[in-house]
Nanobody
Framework: VQLQASGGGLVRTGGSLSLSCAASGSIASINAMNWYRQASGKQRELVASITRGGITHYHDSVRGRFAISRDQTMSTLSLQMNNLKPEDTAVYYC???????????WGPGTQVTVSS
């Protein structure tokens, strides 16, 4: 599975950005897709996830502000980010999980910077 994220950029506090991730390859094997982020000097953390069945999970810090979605084929993953805060500044990574083989696929990150 190959992943390519896009949509990062610079936005002011309170603004919005939308991230997208295009998946290709053996996407039929994907059971869940996730967005992670890693701020400078911090560990990578799970921001939001969605299963093939549509079950979502959010980090407490983004619940109510971010919305994750995917198409039915799991070929496109999106993250709508509203009311952005400076603490949302990080490199955001798209991730896909194949539970059957316990494989985790990562795409290159996209930078999101929120200015105060």
């Amino acid at each position: 599975v190959q992943l390519q994220a896009s949509g990062g950029g610079l936005v002011r506090t309170g603004g919005s950005l939308s991230l997208s991730c295009a998946a290709s390859g053996s996407i039929a094997s994907i059971n869940a897709m996730n967005w992670y982020r890693q701020a400078s000097g911090k560990q990578r953390e799970l921001v939001a996830s969605i299963t093939r069945g549509g079950i979502t999970h959010y980090h407490d810090s983004v619940r109510g502000r971010f919305a994750i979605s995917r198409d039915q084929t799991m070929s496109t993953l999106s993250l709508q980010m509203n009311n952005l805060k400076p603490e949302d500044t990080a490199v955001y990574y798209c991730n896909a999980d194949d539970w059957g083989s316990a494989k985790h696929y990562w795409g290159p990150g996209t930078q999101v910077t929120v200015s105060s």
